[in-house]
Nanobody, 121 residues
Framework: QVRLVESGGGLVQAGGSLRLSCAAS????????MGWYRQAPGNQRELVAD???????NYADSVKGRFTISRDNAKNTVYLQMNSLKPEDTAVYYC???????????????WGQGTQVTVSS
């Protein structure tokens, strides 16, 4: 079974930085894309950034220039470096792995449990 475990969330002051990590475990052969989503209270879940196995990235307009997504394919791990954080970035951040191939399945999507990021003003 595939499991995604996030880490790195926490409380930070406005203007500060955090680095989120998400490691996928299981009998994984490949993951087409990994990404980060976030959901604030009262809002719908939104894409923050994602990255393909080939390194192609895309970002939400609200985080461009401040956040950087990267991944280590060998470790099935994705990272989100968040700089110049704003109170508006406060949300639960969820890791996503899409197009996951394992020894028993292909093309499945998996989600992490979420990690809280709180930015104080």
């Amino acid at each position: 079974q595939v499991r995604l475990v996030e880490s790195g969330g926490g409380l930070v002051q406005a203007g500060g930085s955090l680095r989120l990590s998400c490691a996928a475990s299981g009998d994984i052969f490949s993951i087409n894309a990994m990404g980060w989503y976030r959901q604030a209270p009262g809002n719908q879940r939104e894409l923050v950034a994602d990255i393909t196995s080939g390194g192609r990235t895309n970002y939400a307009d609200s985080v461009k220039g401040r956040f950087t997504i990267s991944r280590d394919n060998a470790k099935n791990t994705v990272y989100l470096q968040m700089n110049s954080l704003k109170p508006e970035d406060t949300a639960v951040y969820y890791c996503n792995a899409d197009g996951v191939t394992t020894v028993r399945a292909r093309g499945n999507t998996y989600w992490g449990q979420g990690t809280q990021v709180t930015v104080s003003s």
